[in-house]
Protein backbone atom coordinates (compact mmCIF):
# COMPACT_ATOMS: atom_id res chain seq x y z
CA UNK A 1 0.00 0.00 0.00
CA UNK A 2 1.36 3.11 -1.01
CA UNK A 3 0.21 4.57 2.28
CA UNK A 4 1.84 8.80 1.19
CA UNK A 5 -0.15 9.08 -1.96
CA UNK A 6 -3.04 7.53 0.50
CA UNK A 7 -2.86 9.87 2.71
CA UNK A 8 -2.72 12.65 0.18
CA UNK A 9 -5.61 11.48 -1.76
CA UNK A 10 -7.32 11.16 1.54
CA UNK A 11 -6.36 15.07 1.91
CA UNK A 12 -7.64 16.46 -0.85
CA UNK A 13 -11.26 14.44 -0.43
CA UNK A 14 -11.38 15.97 3.06
CA UNK A 15 -10.72 19.79 1.38
CA UNK A 16 -12.72 18.80 -1.50
CA UNK A 17 -15.74 17.60 1.35
CA UNK A 18 -14.85 20.86 3.60
CA UNK A 19 -15.37 23.13 0.68
CA UNK A 20 -18.26 21.04 -0.82
CA UNK A 21 -20.15 21.62 2.47
CA UNK A 22 -19.91 25.18 2.81
CA UNK A 23 -20.44 25.39 -0.51
CA UNK A 24 -23.84 23.53 -0.84
CA UNK A 25 -22.26 20.57 -2.98
CA UNK A 26 -20.95 17.26 -2.57
CA UNK A 27 -17.36 18.02 -3.44
CA UNK A 28 -17.22 15.69 -6.54
CA UNK A 29 -16.72 18.56 -8.70
CA UNK A 30 -13.48 19.21 -7.08
CA UNK A 31 -12.46 15.56 -6.56
CA UNK A 32 -12.25 14.13 -9.97
CA UNK A 33 -10.07 17.25 -11.90
CA UNK A 34 -8.13 17.20 -9.25
CA UNK A 35 -7.19 13.46 -8.85
CA UNK A 36 -6.54 13.05 -12.82
CA UNK A 37 -5.18 16.66 -13.24
CA UNK A 38 -2.60 16.39 -10.15
CA UNK A 39 -1.93 12.51 -9.00
CA UNK A 40 -2.22 11.66 -12.63
CA UNK A 41 -5.07 8.66 -11.41
CA UNK A 42 -7.24 7.06 -14.51
CA UNK A 43 -9.97 9.16 -15.64
CA UNK A 44 -13.12 5.96 -15.49
CA UNK A 45 -11.09 5.55 -12.24
CA UNK A 46 -11.21 8.89 -10.67
CA UNK A 47 -15.16 9.11 -11.89
CA UNK A 48 -15.64 5.57 -9.55
CA UNK A 49 -14.14 6.83 -6.75
CA UNK A 50 -16.10 10.59 -6.75
CA UNK A 51 -18.93 8.55 -7.02
CA UNK A 52 -18.37 6.45 -4.00
CA UNK A 53 -17.44 9.48 -2.19
CA UNK A 54 -20.41 11.47 -3.32
CA UNK A 55 -22.63 8.55 -1.63
CA UNK A 56 -20.56 8.47 1.25
CA UNK A 57 -21.58 12.33 1.89
CA UNK A 58 -24.68 12.01 1.36
CA UNK A 59 -25.31 8.96 3.76
CA UNK A 60 -23.33 11.53 6.75
CA UNK A 61 -24.74 14.82 5.47
CA UNK A 62 -28.75 13.69 4.64
CA UNK A 63 -29.58 12.64 8.72
CA UNK A 64 -28.61 16.44 9.15
CA UNK A 65 -31.10 17.99 6.86
CA UNK A 66 -34.00 15.09 7.33
CA UNK A 67 -34.25 15.98 11.08
CA UNK A 68 -33.86 19.43 10.37
CA UNK A 69 -36.87 18.56 7.95
CA UNK A 70 -35.20 21.03 5.27
CA UNK A 71 -35.08 17.86 2.26
CA UNK A 72 -38.62 17.15 0.89
CA UNK A 73 -39.26 13.40 0.62
CA UNK A 74 -42.10 13.89 -1.68
CA UNK A 75 -40.26 15.95 -4.08
CA UNK A 76 -36.84 14.48 -3.94
CA UNK A 77 -38.60 10.78 -4.85
CA UNK A 78 -40.10 12.49 -7.74
CA UNK A 79 -37.35 13.79 -9.39
CA UNK A 80 -34.94 11.02 -8.32
CA UNK A 81 -36.96 9.22 -11.09
CA UNK A 82 -35.49 10.98 -14.12
CA UNK A 83 -32.03 12.08 -11.92
CA UNK A 84 -31.49 8.13 -11.71
CA UNK A 85 -32.60 7.02 -15.29
CA UNK A 86 -30.09 9.93 -16.00
CA UNK A 87 -27.29 9.46 -14.20
CA UNK A 88 -27.74 5.41 -15.97
CA UNK A 89 -27.64 6.58 -18.92
CA UNK A 90 -24.32 9.25 -18.56
CA UNK A 91 -22.78 6.65 -16.60
CA UNK A 92 -23.08 3.83 -19.72
CA UNK A 93 -21.82 6.72 -21.94
CA UNK A 94 -18.97 7.44 -19.11
CA UNK A 95 -17.48 4.44 -19.74
CA UNK A 96 -17.29 3.85 -23.06
CA UNK A 97 -16.53 7.46 -24.05
CA UNK A 98 -13.60 8.65 -25.05
CA UNK A 99 -11.69 10.36 -22.07
CA UNK A 100 -11.10 13.85 -24.30
CA UNK A 101 -14.80 13.85 -24.42
CA UNK A 102 -15.51 13.55 -21.24
CA UNK A 103 -12.87 16.04 -20.21
CA UNK A 104 -14.43 18.66 -22.66
CA UNK A 105 -17.46 18.36 -21.01
CA UNK A 106 -16.38 18.14 -17.15
CA UNK A 107 -14.73 21.42 -18.06
CA UNK A 108 -17.81 23.16 -19.49
CA UNK A 109 -19.78 21.64 -16.79
CA UNK A 110 -17.10 23.42 -14.05
CA UNK A 111 -16.80 26.45 -15.97
CA UNK A 112 -20.54 26.70 -16.01
CA UNK A 113 -20.47 25.65 -12.06
CA UNK A 114 -18.32 29.00 -11.79
CA UNK A 115 -20.25 31.49 -13.64
CA UNK A 116 -23.68 29.77 -11.66
CA UNK A 117 -22.02 30.86 -8.38
CA UNK A 118 -20.32 34.01 -9.47
CA UNK A 119 -23.83 35.53 -10.09
CA UNK A 120 -26.01 33.21 -7.38
CA UNK A 121 -29.58 35.51 -7.50
CA UNK A 122 -32.18 34.84 -4.74
CA UNK A 123 -35.14 33.17 -5.84
CA UNK A 124 -38.76 35.20 -5.15
CA UNK A 125 -40.22 34.03 -2.07
CA UNK A 126 -41.95 30.89 -2.16
CA UNK A 127 -45.84 30.98 -2.65
CA UNK A 128 -47.33 28.65 0.28
CA UNK A 129 -50.85 29.58 -0.76
CA UNK A 130 -49.95 28.15 -4.30
CA UNK A 131 -52.18 25.20 -6.01
CA UNK A 132 -50.32 21.82 -5.07
CA UNK A 133 -51.50 19.13 -7.53
CA UNK A 134 -49.06 17.04 -6.45
CA UNK A 135 -48.85 17.34 -2.64
CA UNK A 136 -45.22 18.60 -2.99
CA UNK A 137 -45.60 21.46 -0.31
CA UNK A 138 -43.82 21.18 2.59
CA UNK A 139 -42.29 23.14 5.48
CA UNK A 140 -39.38 23.54 8.03
CA UNK A 141 -38.22 25.31 10.87
CA UNK A 142 -35.60 28.27 10.05
CA UNK A 143 -33.28 28.34 13.19
CA UNK A 144 -31.85 31.24 11.39
CA UNK A 145 -34.95 33.34 11.30
CA UNK A 146 -36.32 31.60 14.31
CA UNK A 147 -39.69 31.19 11.83
CA UNK A 148 -41.13 28.35 10.10
CA UNK A 149 -40.75 28.51 6.10
CA UNK A 150 -43.81 27.11 4.33
CA UNK A 151 -43.37 26.48 0.34
CA UNK A 152 -45.10 24.71 -2.74
CA UNK A 153 -43.00 24.28 -5.53
CA UNK A 154 -43.31 25.62 -9.28
CA UNK A 155 -42.63 24.51 -12.97
CA UNK A 156 -42.67 20.69 -11.62
CA UNK A 157 -42.29 19.14 -15.19
CA UNK A 158 -39.67 21.57 -16.03
CA UNK A 159 -37.92 20.45 -12.45
CA UNK A 160 -38.01 16.82 -13.66
CA UNK A 161 -36.26 18.06 -17.10
CA UNK A 162 -33.43 19.50 -15.67
CA UNK A 163 -32.96 16.64 -12.81
CA UNK A 164 -32.88 14.50 -16.07
CA UNK A 165 -30.01 16.53 -17.31
CA UNK A 166 -28.57 17.00 -13.93
CA UNK A 167 -28.82 12.71 -13.67
CA UNK A 168 -26.80 12.19 -16.92
CA UNK A 169 -23.57 14.69 -15.83
CA UNK A 170 -23.80 12.99 -12.69
CA UNK A 171 -23.55 9.55 -14.44
CA UNK A 172 -21.07 11.00 -17.08
CA UNK A 173 -18.53 12.60 -14.64
CA UNK A 174 -19.21 11.29 -11.14
CA UNK A 175 -20.76 14.19 -9.37
CA UNK A 176 -23.44 14.68 -7.26
CA UNK A 177 -25.08 17.08 -9.67
CA UNK A 178 -25.94 19.37 -6.89
CA UNK A 179 -24.24 22.10 -8.30
CA UNK A 180 -27.23 21.93 -11.24
CA UNK A 181 -30.33 20.75 -8.94
CA UNK A 182 -29.42 23.12 -6.18
CA UNK A 183 -29.85 26.58 -8.60
CA UNK A 184 -32.49 25.03 -10.26
CA UNK A 185 -34.52 23.97 -7.30
CA UNK A 186 -34.10 27.43 -5.96
CA UNK A 187 -34.63 29.86 -8.90
CA UNK A 188 -36.47 28.06 -11.02
CA UNK A 189 -39.32 25.82 -8.55
CA UNK A 190 -38.93 28.70 -6.18
CA UNK A 191 -37.91 26.04 -3.36
CA UNK A 192 -36.02 27.86 -0.33
CA UNK A 193 -32.41 27.19 -0.48
CA UNK A 194 -32.21 25.32 2.37
CA UNK A 195 -34.83 23.30 1.27
CA UNK A 196 -33.19 22.85 -2.07
CA UNK A 197 -29.46 22.02 -0.31
CA UNK A 198 -31.28 19.68 1.74
CA UNK A 199 -33.28 17.92 -0.80
CA UNK A 200 -30.28 17.33 -3.52
CA UNK A 201 -28.24 16.59 -0.47
CA UNK A 202 -30.43 13.02 0.32
CA UNK A 203 -30.89 13.05 -3.87
CA UNK A 204 -27.24 12.91 -5.22
CA UNK A 205 -26.90 10.11 -2.81
CA UNK A 206 -29.21 7.65 -4.60
CA UNK A 207 -28.04 9.24 -8.06
CA UNK A 208 -24.32 8.35 -7.45
CA UNK A 209 -25.49 4.91 -6.74
CA UNK A 210 -26.42 4.83 -10.21
CA UNK A 211 -23.43 5.49 -11.19
CA UNK A 212 -21.25 4.15 -8.84
CA UNK A 213 -22.71 0.82 -9.49
CA UNK A 214 -22.33 0.54 -13.41
CA UNK A 215 -18.46 1.72 -12.75
CA UNK A 216 -18.35 -1.27 -10.19
CA UNK A 217 -19.18 -3.68 -13.24
CA UNK A 218 -17.17 -2.34 -15.44
CA UNK A 219 -13.79 -2.88 -12.90
CA UNK A 220 -13.40 0.82 -12.10
CA UNK A 221 -13.41 0.68 -8.34
CA UNK A 222 -9.96 0.88 -7.47
CA UNK A 223 -9.60 0.53 -3.47
CA UNK A 224 -6.22 2.97 -3.60
CA UNK A 225 -8.12 5.38 -4.70
CA UNK A 226 -11.51 4.75 -3.51
CA UNK A 227 -10.99 4.67 0.11
CA UNK A 228 -9.25 7.70 0.86
CA UNK A 229 -11.57 9.11 -0.41
CA UNK A 230 -14.24 8.09 1.44
CA UNK A 231 -12.40 8.41 4.61
CA UNK A 232 -11.13 12.11 3.44
CA UNK A 233 -15.20 12.89 2.34
CA UNK A 234 -16.28 11.59 6.21
CA UNK A 235 -13.72 13.79 8.46
CA UNK A 236 -14.22 16.12 5.85
CA UNK A 237 -17.54 16.70 5.40
CA UNK A 238 -18.06 16.47 9.15
CA UNK A 239 -15.26 19.45 9.75
CA UNK A 240 -17.01 21.47 6.79
CA UNK A 241 -20.66 21.42 8.77
CA UNK A 242 -19.12 22.87 11.38
CA UNK A 243 -16.98 25.32 9.97
CA UNK A 244 -20.09 26.36 7.67
CA UNK A 245 -21.95 27.63 10.97
CA UNK A 246 -18.41 29.90 11.76
CA UNK A 247 -17.46 31.62 8.35
CA UNK A 248 -19.56 33.76 6.42
CA UNK A 249 -19.41 31.57 3.23
CA UNK A 250 -19.85 34.77 1.11
CA UNK A 251 -16.00 35.82 1.54
CA UNK A 252 -14.91 32.78 0.55
CA UNK A 253 -17.28 32.18 -3.33
CA UNK A 254 -15.13 34.30 -5.18
CA UNK A 255 -11.73 32.12 -4.31
CA UNK A 256 -13.80 29.03 -5.21
CA UNK A 257 -15.38 30.14 -8.18
CA UNK A 258 -11.21 31.14 -9.19
CA UNK A 259 -10.59 27.48 -8.47
CA UNK A 260 -13.02 25.82 -10.42
CA UNK A 261 -12.23 28.27 -13.10
CA UNK A 262 -9.03 26.99 -13.29
CA UNK A 263 -10.11 23.32 -13.29
CA UNK A 264 -12.47 23.75 -15.50
CA UNK A 265 -10.12 25.43 -18.28
CA UNK A 266 -7.30 22.70 -17.44
CA UNK A 267 -9.82 20.29 -18.72
CA UNK A 268 -11.26 22.11 -21.55
CA UNK A 269 -7.03 22.25 -22.59
CA UNK A 270 -6.34 18.83 -21.71
CA UNK A 271 -9.62 17.82 -24.34
CA UNK A 272 -7.76 19.43 -26.86
CA UNK A 273 -4.01 17.56 -25.63
CA UNK A 274 -2.89 20.74 -24.11
CA UNK A 275 -1.37 20.07 -20.24
CA UNK A 276 -0.25 23.28 -17.83
CA UNK A 277 2.56 23.09 -15.90
CA UNK A 278 2.27 20.57 -12.98
CA UNK A 279 -0.20 18.52 -14.30
CA UNK A 280 -0.70 15.07 -15.92
CA UNK B 1 -33.20 45.03 21.62
CA UNK B 2 -36.46 42.93 21.30
CA UNK B 3 -35.97 39.21 21.99
CA UNK B 4 -36.23 36.87 18.87
CA UNK B 5 -39.49 35.45 18.37
CA UNK B 6 -40.23 32.34 19.72
CA UNK B 7 -39.53 29.11 17.79
CA UNK B 8 -42.61 27.98 15.66
CA UNK B 9 -43.84 24.78 16.53
CA UNK B 10 -42.18 22.46 14.38
CA UNK B 11 -44.76 21.52 11.25
CA UNK B 12 -47.13 18.81 11.56
CA UNK B 13 -48.10 16.32 8.81
CA UNK B 14 -48.68 12.84 8.32
CA UNK B 15 -44.47 11.96 6.83
CA UNK B 16 -43.24 11.95 10.77
CA UNK B 17 -42.63 8.24 10.57
CA UNK B 18 -41.29 8.53 6.95
CA UNK B 19 -38.31 10.55 7.68
CA UNK B 20 -37.71 8.74 11.05
CA UNK B 21 -37.23 5.37 9.06
CA UNK B 22 -34.99 7.31 6.59
CA UNK B 23 -32.50 8.46 9.09
CA UNK B 24 -32.77 4.94 10.93
CA UNK B 25 -31.65 3.59 7.87
CA UNK B 26 -28.74 6.17 6.77
CA UNK B 27 -27.49 5.85 10.28
CA UNK B 28 -27.63 1.62 10.34
CA UNK B 29 -25.60 1.72 6.70
CA UNK B 30 -23.17 3.98 7.68
CA UNK B 31 -22.30 2.77 10.84
CA UNK B 32 -21.79 -0.61 9.60
CA UNK B 33 -19.78 0.35 6.36
CA UNK B 34 -17.46 2.58 8.63
CA UNK B 35 -16.87 -0.55 11.01
CA UNK B 36 -16.28 -2.84 8.45
CA UNK B 37 -13.79 -0.11 6.96
CA UNK B 38 -12.31 0.42 9.83
CA UNK B 39 -11.69 -3.35 11.12
CA UNK B 40 -10.35 -4.29 6.85
CA UNK B 41 -7.75 -1.29 7.34
CA UNK B 42 -6.53 -2.60 10.49
CA UNK B 43 -6.41 -6.17 9.00
CA UNK B 44 -4.72 -4.51 6.02
CA UNK B 45 -2.37 -3.07 7.86
CA UNK B 46 -1.28 -5.86 10.38
CA UNK B 47 -0.97 -8.46 7.45
CA UNK B 48 0.94 -5.41 5.47
CA UNK B 49 -1.47 -6.66 2.43
CA UNK B 50 -1.96 -4.37 -0.17
CA UNK B 51 -5.18 -2.58 -1.52
CA UNK B 52 -6.85 -3.84 -4.54
CA UNK B 53 -6.36 -2.05 -7.54
CA UNK B 54 -9.90 -3.25 -8.72
CA UNK B 55 -12.94 -4.24 -6.94
CA UNK B 56 -13.64 -7.97 -6.58
CA UNK B 57 -16.64 -9.32 -8.77
CA UNK B 58 -19.80 -9.56 -6.07
CA UNK B 59 -19.17 -13.25 -5.91
CA UNK B 60 -15.83 -13.62 -5.28
CA UNK B 61 -16.24 -10.78 -1.72
CA UNK B 62 -17.27 -13.66 0.52
CA UNK B 63 -14.71 -16.22 -0.29
CA UNK B 64 -12.17 -13.05 -0.04
CA UNK B 65 -13.56 -12.47 3.36
CA UNK B 66 -13.32 -16.28 4.61
CA UNK B 67 -9.93 -16.51 3.49
CA UNK B 68 -9.18 -13.30 5.52
CA UNK B 69 -7.97 -11.14 3.16
CA UNK B 70 -8.31 -7.63 3.82
CA UNK B 71 -9.22 -6.40 -0.07
CA UNK B 72 -12.64 -8.99 0.90
CA UNK B 73 -13.97 -6.49 3.67
CA UNK B 74 -12.61 -3.04 2.18
CA UNK B 75 -15.25 -4.67 -1.05
CA UNK B 76 -18.01 -4.94 1.91
CA UNK B 77 -17.31 -1.82 3.30
CA UNK B 78 -17.53 0.05 -0.02
CA UNK B 79 -21.12 -2.45 -1.03
CA UNK B 80 -22.62 -1.53 2.47
CA UNK B 81 -22.27 2.11 1.68
CA UNK B 82 -23.42 1.47 -1.73
CA UNK B 83 -26.33 -0.16 -0.57
CA UNK B 84 -27.38 2.28 1.95
CA UNK B 85 -29.32 5.03 -0.13
CA UNK B 86 -30.78 1.85 -1.88
CA UNK B 87 -32.09 0.75 1.80
CA UNK B 88 -33.19 4.03 2.79
CA UNK B 89 -35.11 4.14 -0.77
CA UNK B 90 -36.81 0.83 0.34
CA UNK B 91 -37.71 2.47 3.68
CA UNK B 92 -39.18 5.24 1.92
CA UNK B 93 -41.31 3.28 -0.49
CA UNK B 94 -42.66 1.06 2.31
CA UNK B 95 -43.16 4.19 4.92
CA UNK B 96 -45.55 6.21 2.29
CA UNK B 97 -47.54 2.98 1.88
CA UNK B 98 -47.88 2.66 5.56
CA UNK B 99 -48.87 6.28 5.79
CA UNK B 100 -51.28 5.44 3.03
CA UNK B 101 -49.78 7.61 0.15
CA UNK B 102 -49.80 5.11 -2.94
CA UNK B 103 -48.70 7.96 -5.32
CA UNK B 104 -45.58 8.61 -3.69
CA UNK B 105 -45.09 4.95 -3.02
CA UNK B 106 -45.60 3.79 -6.59
CA UNK B 107 -42.89 6.51 -7.49
CA UNK B 108 -40.28 5.77 -5.07
CA UNK B 109 -40.53 2.24 -6.26
CA UNK B 110 -40.00 3.14 -9.68
CA UNK B 111 -36.35 4.79 -8.27
CA UNK B 112 -35.57 1.60 -6.71
CA UNK B 113 -36.94 -0.41 -10.10
CA UNK B 114 -33.99 2.03 -11.99
CA UNK B 115 -31.46 1.49 -9.36
CA UNK B 116 -32.28 -2.38 -9.60
CA UNK B 117 -31.40 -1.96 -13.86
CA UNK B 118 -27.97 -0.44 -12.26
CA UNK B 119 -27.12 -2.67 -9.70
CA UNK B 120 -27.97 -6.12 -12.35
CA UNK B 121 -25.74 -4.16 -14.69
CA UNK B 122 -22.93 -4.51 -11.97
CA UNK B 123 -24.19 -7.94 -10.48
CA UNK B 124 -24.53 -9.85 -14.28
CA UNK B 125 -22.67 -6.84 -16.59
CA UNK B 126 -18.77 -7.41 -15.31
CA UNK B 127 -16.63 -9.30 -17.36
Same mark, same amino acid.
Given at each position: ???????????????????????????????? #?????????????????????????????????????????????? =??????????????????? &???????????? *??? %???????????? %???????????????? &??? %????????? #???????????????? *??????????????????? =???? #?????????????????????????????? &? %????????????????????????????????????? =???????? =????????? #???? | ??????????? $??????????????? $????? $? $???????????????????????????????????????????????????????????????????????????????????????????????
Amino acid at each position: MDVLRSLELGVVAAVAAVLGSMLGLGGGVFLV #PIFTLFFGVDQKLAIGASAVAVVTNSVVGSSVHLRSRFTNLRLAML =LQVTTASGAVVGALIAVWA &DPRAINAVFGIA *LVY %AAASMAVRRRAN %AADAAAPDPHRLGAAF &DDP %ATRQTVRYV #PRRVPLGLGISGLAGT *LSGMLGIGGGVILVPAMNL =LMGI #PVKAAAGTSSFMVGITAVATAFVFYAEGKI &D %ATVVVPAMVGVFLGGQYGSRLTRRVQTQNLVVVFVLI =LLYLGVSL =LLKAVGITL #PGQR | MAAPPPLASPP $SDDLGPVYALAMRVL $SIGFR $S $SAAVLTVALALALAKQEPLNHRADAFAEVVPAILDGKAAGLIDLAILLMLATPVATTLGVAVAFARAGDRRYAALTLAVLAILAVSASLALFGGD
